[in-house]
């Protein structure tokens, strides 16, 4: 669970996201869509399956500015 510090946590299984609407509102009419003007992604974390070995790009010293894009099938 986000514990609030501007955190967006995706668990696999049954495909879980968690993230704080406070952190990110609802962006325009599309109630799928949360955007924060004020937050930026520093550091992806990929860790708890055994299939993969676990992933830490560290702190970057500017922005991400990909796309990180989950599957589900």
Do not use: R
Not at 11 to 38: A, L, M, R, V, W
Not at 56 to 67: A, H, M, N
């Amino acid at each position: 669970m986000s514990d609030g510090s501007g955190e967006i946590i995706i668990k696999g299984g049954s495909c879980e996201i968690y993230f704080s609407n406070e952190d990110f509102p609802q962006s325009g009419t599309d109630p799928k869509k949360h955007k924060t003007e004020i937050l930026n992604i520093k550091q992806i974390i990929i860790s708890g399956d055994a299939q993969i070995p676990n992933f830490d790009t560290g702190e970057l010293p500017v922005k991400f500015q990909g796309t990180i894009k989950v599957i589900c099938k």
